[in-house]
């Protein structure tokens, strides 16, 4: 029984805290700030692109390997393209994302679905950004998407 060694005689002490080394050493709980990754194992359903991207592969570590590799390079593709927004751009594109999962045909198409909204607000020019999205290429496209949350 753990006590405290203030509450009066005959009471046994609080035990010391174990140490690095001792084995019921327990690590502290990292903070949000400090955790870097999230180490274990979770389940991950194979739909098909995940499928096509490890086609051939039977080694779990091997598909592993291939699956952080390739969501590092995505990750600096979003970190080196996007299109600059004026926030009543964003929120046109937003309403647009809104319908749900943005496949790679609809995000190729959202200058045409930006003609085709019946969204306004101030400042918004429709035709500039349609313009302005037909000329980025596809991984701008992408990274603007990600941007909005989609």
Excluded at 60 to 72: F, P, Q, V
Aim: charged letters at 20%.
């Amino acid at each position: 029984m753990i006590t405290d060694p203030t509450n009066g005689a005959g009471e046994a002490p609080l035990p010391s805290r174990p140490e690095r080394g001792d084995p019921t050493w327990v690590a502290p709980a990292l903070t949000a700030a400090e955790k870097t990754r999230n180490v274990g194992k979770t389940n991950v359903f194979f739909g098909p692109p995940l499928a096509i991207l490890s086609d051939g592969q039977k080694n779990t570590l091997e598909i592993s390997g291939k699956l952080n590799r390739t969501a590092e390079r995505y990750l600096e593709i979003l970190k080196y393209h996007g299109l600059p927004l004026s926030e009543p751009e964003r929120q046109c594109l937003a309403h647009i994302c809104h319908m749900g999962f943005m496949s790679p045909l609809e995000i190729r198409e959202l200058g045409l679905e930006v003609s085709m909204t019946s969204f306004a607000c101030d400042g918004l020019d429709k035709p500039a950004l349609e313009a302005k999205l037909n000329a980025a290429s596809f991984a701008d496209l992408v990274a603007v998407v990600e941007s909005l949350g989609f």
